[in-house]
């Protein structure tokens, strides 16, 4: 069936550094791809999306690129930042079933100033 | 205005006891889901409505059953608690039928509901 893995947490990264959080799908035909973040206490909000290969999802300085190829959507951020500090979700919209989304486990994201 | 609302947002009750949670959204929204999230961190869809119709069971013991009112509502009723139901429980919304291709889901805040 579909899946989605991501690299477990948690990552632990110093002010302006380099994020990439891996994510990795199997799936039967083209699902769109999605980053939830979810911040302390809340719940889950879209960061950014990707509906067909080679496309790139971007939003807050967070991208994401859409790889048919080698079936992933890796999350990267050139300079993070505390306030980044949160759980990050790959998932993938199921094709069998379009009105449910796939979540991976999560990966927990840790910035120190 | 919150967008999805769920109360109480923190349950603790002993084993064998039937409680129940109740989500709100005022977006409008054609579809709503239940979603549980283990001490894992792991996400699982259980239920979802549409227009107070259930589209999706997860294969979800009964005794969990989810109740719509209207399209607005979406609550969830567990009886004969167990301590592997202690979980957050999120419920989501959103707009109409159509894929989610396009689409994204709107959180409520989580409940978080502790078993003894």
């Known amino acids: 069936g579909n899946s989605v893995t991501q690299m477990e947490g948690p990552v632990t990264l110093s002010e302006e550094a380099f994020l990439t959080i891996n994510c990795t799908y199997t799936?039967?035909?083209?699902?769109?791809l999605f980053w939830y973040v979810q911040y302390p206490g809340e719940g889950l909000q879209l960061l950014l999306k990707?509906?067909?290969?080679?496309d790139k999802g971007s939003n807050k300085g967070f991208e994401a690129t859409y790889r048919k190829e080698t079936t992933s959507f890796h999350l990267e951020k050139g300079s993070v930042q505390v306030s980044d500090s949160a759980v990050y979700f790959c998932?993938?919209?199921?094709?069998?079933?379009?009105?449910?989304?796939?979540f991976g486990t999560g990966t927990r994201l840790q910035v120190f100033p | 205005d919150t967008a999805v609302s769920q109360t109480p947002k923190y349950l603790v009750t002993q084993m064998g006891n039937d409680k129940s949670i109740k989500c709100e959204q005022n977006?409008?929204?054609?579809?709503m889901y239940w979603y549980k999230q283990d001490s894992k961190k792991f996400l699982k869809i259980m239920f979802s409505?549409?227009?107070?119709?259930?589209?999706i069971n997860e294969t979800v013991p009964n005794r969990f059953s989810p109740k719509s009112p209207d399209k607005a509502h979406l609550n969830l009723h567990i009886n004969s608690l167990e301590l592997g139901d202690s979980a957050v429980y999120f419920c989501?919304?959103?707009?109409?039928?159509?894929?989610?291709?396009?689409?994204?889901?709107?959180f409520g805040e989580g409940s978080r509901l502790t078993v003894l």
């Open positions: 977006l409008g929204h054609d579809t």
């Open positions: 989501a919304s959103r707009p109409g039928l159509a894929g989610l291709n396009t689409g994204e889901l709107f």
């Open positions: 990707a509906t067909k290969a080679d």
């Open positions: 409505y549409n227009n107070k119709e259930l589209i």
């Open positions: 998932a993938l919209s199921d094709l069998s079933d379009t009105d449910k989304l796939i």
């Open positions: 799936a039967t035909g083209y699902p769109s």
